[in-house]
């Protein structure tokens, strides 16, 4: 075959290079339902995005201090940051198969017959010099690998992105659940001191024999049970502190938060936000790359069914003695080109397009589950903060007639018009309100922090 003849097959060969299978529009996400704002489209991904400090929005300094602690010592991330690290690393490696390659080399060898290059007697061949290869990617095998491992990296990046948010929020919704439960306590520490306020009251009245034993025990009942209660909070705030020293990345031995007054504020997300923000949210957009990299090995799959051409070379010097192996005479060189194609290889390269298609088809369905997810987390959040609004103010106006019930059943209670029970009945009735009033509070941050969460860090 002549070698004219060759280039025009390789030239037609490259001309039916593989390219990427489509992606069906029926696999891919459906618009979200028309009470949310905006239409969902197939946009670039943007968790490189900057999304601020979105926790500033608090207004809490101690939370601001906690969040940057996490961000350099929680443990996640940096596990998310070394596999970022080795996904970069596998991409300048699987860059360079597309760059020549040249190496040194020194080889001595001794042969006779055919395997000599003739019959005669046994020979030594020594040689010293550089080798060079190039291999030529006509059909994109390895421009197909080089992209998939550059997406592998994109998505490892949103991966970063995705620990760090779910760490800073983690820190936002604990440290928060924690100020609520101090509320709570120091609620639960003032109700104790008025039941034991009406113990007291109780006992001189049983000893001038205004009242029944019975009224005692009752009253001494709810103040142990109240201290049991508040021991239980303790327990909880040990639980809730020791998991904000993981977060951090601390020993929660060595970690202490102390009691502080609940003053953080409660941000307002804004009405309306549009659907695009989504883009940004690091796990959809790690979602998107990981099935483009899928896509990419299908290509790499597809390849293999066209030949590997090669260049090879060699300069240097060869000679049968050694002490004339680095004269001048003994120079050489050597360049050619090799192509091969695999013509039966027991189905292969058919399973390994089946088993990249099948991963692609995996890949598109988690690439659509993850985007329904976010949309659910959006929507969920959206409907919680605008109900928990409604709940509070229900809750405010029960806190408000729960405790001026308390405190006519206290002053009829010393005039002696009602029972004691009358008394108690109003005082847990204000305690349970109050406390489902501190409830709604923290529901209303933790809301607040799982939709920032669900957005991508931010809604701007």
């Not at 929680?74 to 390659?101: E, F, G, H, K, M």
């Not at 059909?139 to 080089?146: D, Q, V």
């Not at 639960?188 to 113990?199: A, N």
């Not at 692609?360 to 589950?369: K, M, S």
Request: with cysteine; aromatic share 6%.
């Amino acid at each position: 075959m002549k070698k004219r003849d060759l280039s025009l097959i390789l030239v037609l060969l490259a001309g039916c290079a593989t390219s990427l299978p489509e992606i069906a529009p029926e696999k891919l996400p459906e618009p979200p339902p028309a009470e949310f704002k905006g239409r969902f489209t197939l946009a670039t991904p943007a968790e490189a995005q900057p999304r601020g400090e979105w926790w500033k929005a608090f207004n809490d300094p101690i939370l601001d201090e906690l969040v940057e602690r996490a961000n350099q010592g929680n443990s996640s991330v940096r596990v998310a940051a070394a596999r970022l690290a080795q996904a970069r690393a596998l991409v300048r490696s699987t860059n360079a198969d597309r760059s020549p390659q040249v190496g040194l080399g020194a080889g001595a060898r001794r042969a006779q017959g055919i395997v000599g290059g003739d019959a005669g007697p046994a020979r030594n061949l020594f040689t010293v010099g550089a080798d060079f290869s190039y291999e030529v990617d006509l059909f994109g095998r390895l421009s197909h690998a080089t992209q998939a491992a550059k997406l592998d990296a994109q998505a490892q990046e949103g991966l970063l992105q995705s620990a760090r948010l779910l760490v800073q929020a983690g820190v936002a919704q604990t440290y928060l659940a924690l100020r609520a439960l101090d509320a709570e306590r120091a609620l639960v520490q003032s109700t104790l001191v008025t039941y034991r306020e009406t113990l007291s009251l109780t006992e001189r009245r049983w000893r001038a024999g205004d009242v029944a034993e019975l009224d005692v025990a009752r009253a001494s009942t709810e103040v142990s049970a109240t201290e049991s209660e508040y021991l239980a909070l303790d327990r909880r705030r040990a639980e809730l502190e020791s998991a904000l020293a993981v977060l951090l990345g601390e020993t929660p031995t060595k970690f202490a938060l102390q009691d502080a007054e609940w003053r953080t504020a409660l941000p307002t997300i804004p009405a309306g936000v549009p659907s695009t923000v989504l883009t940004r949210r690091p796990d959809v957009s790690a979602a998107q790359y990981t099935m483009l990299a899928a896509q990419s090995r299908v290509g790499v799959a597809k390849a293999a069914w066209f030949p590997n051409v090669a260049l090879t070379g060699f300069g240097g010097y060869a000679s049968t003695d050694i002490d004339d192996l680095l004269q001048w005479t003994s120079r050489a060189w050597l360049i050619g080109a090799l192509v091969s194609l695999p013509l039966i290889d027991g189905g292969r390269r058919k399973a390994g397009i089946e088993s990249t298609s099948a991963q692609l088809d995996g890949a598109v369905a988690q690439y659509r589950e993850q985007v329904l997810v976010a949309f659910k987390d959006v929507e969920d959040q959206l409907a919680a903060l605008r109900l928990l609004s409604e709940q509070a103010e229900a809750q405010a106006r029960a806190v408000s007639s729960a405790s001026r019930t308390t405190s006519l059943s206290g002053a009829r209670y010393r005039a002696g018009y009602v029972s004691q029970l009358e008394l108690l009945d109003a005082q847990r009735s204000e305690l349970r309100n109050r406390r489902q009033e501190l409830q709604v509070r923290s529901d209303r941050f933790q809301s607040t922090v799982a939709l920032v969460r669900a957005l991508g860090g931010g809604w701007e």
